[in-house]
């Protein structure tokens, strides 16, 4: 899966502060995703898109924002609403051709500082 | 929504044993069923997915089998060596052409292979 690039690989946040976890793909993919995984548990979806300039809110968005400005870029923000931020981010995108596997990114670790 | 239910949590054999992880679906809609594996702080990587038009599906040591009545579907491993330790995540969708076809994911199952 070496066609989605997320950045940076580690990430530390302050109180109060935004932050943009980059997700870049270069499969020609038109739907993109992101999810917040802890540990021990599952992945559990925050946004996604199928084209450009729409996406749609996963099962726990509240805290995050995204932006679909160009078909290659899924970036999140993590607001200063998400009270409890530390996880592992994880980006993902596919062909919207029927039932095609959704393919990962590296992830990015988030903590606070 | 999809709800996918997974287990067991955690599961240890021996080298060469089987190892078999169950999950369970709720929406009789879901018709795409993938599988990833994780190895410790690295990215899931599709390792067998099946469609629901077919019951079953191998790959060398790795079969998935479906039953769509039931609503529940299967991972096997057979042969299992101690490069098979990961977690593994099974996960349902309702797939169509042109669409973002969320996936649901399990909570995952860690397998560990002993010597």
């Known amino acids: 899966d070496g066609g989605i690039t997320q950045s940076p690989k580690y990430l530390f946040r302050k109180e109060g502060q935004n932050v943009t976890l980059s997700c870049e793909q270069n499969?020609?993919?038109?739907?993109m995703y992101w999810y917040r995984q802890d540990p021990g548990q599952g992945l559990r979806l925050i946004y996604y898109?199928?084209?450009?300039?729409?996406?749609q809110k996963g099962d726990i968005a509240e805290g995050y924002s995204v932006s679909r400005e160009k078909k290659e870029s899924f970036p999140l923000t993590v607001t200063s609403a998400q009270k409890n931020p530390t996880a592992f981010y994880l980006c993902?995108?596919?062909?919207?051709?029927?039932?095609?596997?959704?393919?990962f990114g590296d992830g990015t670790r988030l903590s606070i500082l | 929504g999809e709800n996918v239910e997974q287990h067991p949590s955690t599961l240890s054999v021996q080298e060469g044993d089987s190892a078999v992880i169950k999950c369970t679906y709720s929406?009789?809609?879901?018709?795409?069923f993938p599988w990833y594996k994780q190895e410790l702080g690295k990215r899931p990587q599709l390792i067998i997915d099946?469609?629901?038009?077919?019951g079953e599906k191998k790959d060398q040591r790795i079969a998935v089998t479906l039953n769509k009545t039931a609503k529940h579907f299967s991972l096997h491993i057979t042969e299992t060596q101690p490069e098979d330790s990961a977690v593994y995540f099974c996960a349902a969708s309702i797939g169509g052409t042109g669409t973002a076809s969320k996936l649901t994911f399990g909570t995952g199952t860690r397998l560990q292979v002993t010597l």
């Open positions: 993902a995108s596919r062909r919207t051709v029927s039932n095609q596997p959704q393919h």
């Open positions: 499969l020609n993919h038109d739907a």
């Open positions: 099946i469609r629901s038009n077919v």
């Open positions: 929406d009789s809609a879901s018709n795409y």
């Open positions: 898109s199928q084209i450009v300039n729409d996406f």
